[in-house]
């Protein structure tokens, strides 16, 4: 079992920065995509950021470069930079992380419990 840990929300005004960090209970080296989604009130989840483990990335379209997503393998953690922060980016945001096992063979999805971002204006 791998548990995914956030932190990193809280409240920022309009236009203000936040950085959240998720590390994982053990190497991320074996995950093959590694993420952040949001989901605000009465909205679906929501692709934020991926990375994959040979350095692809993808943003959702609202990002528009100001989130910027990076794995610290070191540290077992991946890290979602966040600038010029809007109310609009108001949400739940979650960890994601998606594994092959040693076969190849069963792909595996583990999910943290969340951080709540709150953009004033």
């Known amino acids: 079992q791998v548990q995914l840990v956030e932190s990193g929300g809280g409240l920022v005004q309009d236009g203000g920065s936040l950085r959240l960090s998720c590390t994982a209970s053990r190497s991320i080296f074996g995950f093959k995509f590694m993420g952040w989604y949001r989901q605000a009130p009465g909205r679906e989840r929501e692709l934020v950021a991926v990375?994959?483990?040979?350095?692809?990335?993808n943003y959702g379209d609202f990002v528009k470069g100001r989130f910027t997503i990076a794995r610290d393998n070191t540290q077992n953690t991946v890290n979602l930079q966040m600038r010029n922060l809007k109310p609009e980016d108001t949400a739940v945001y979650y960890c994601?992380?998606?594994?092959?096992?040693?076969?190849?063979?069963?792909?595996?999805?583990?999910w943290g419990q969340g951080t709540q971002v709150t953009v004033s204006s």
């Open positions: 990375t994959t483990n040979d350095g692809r990335t």
């Open positions: 994601e992380a998606k594994e092959l096992d040693a076969y190849g063979d069963n792909e595996y999805e583990y």
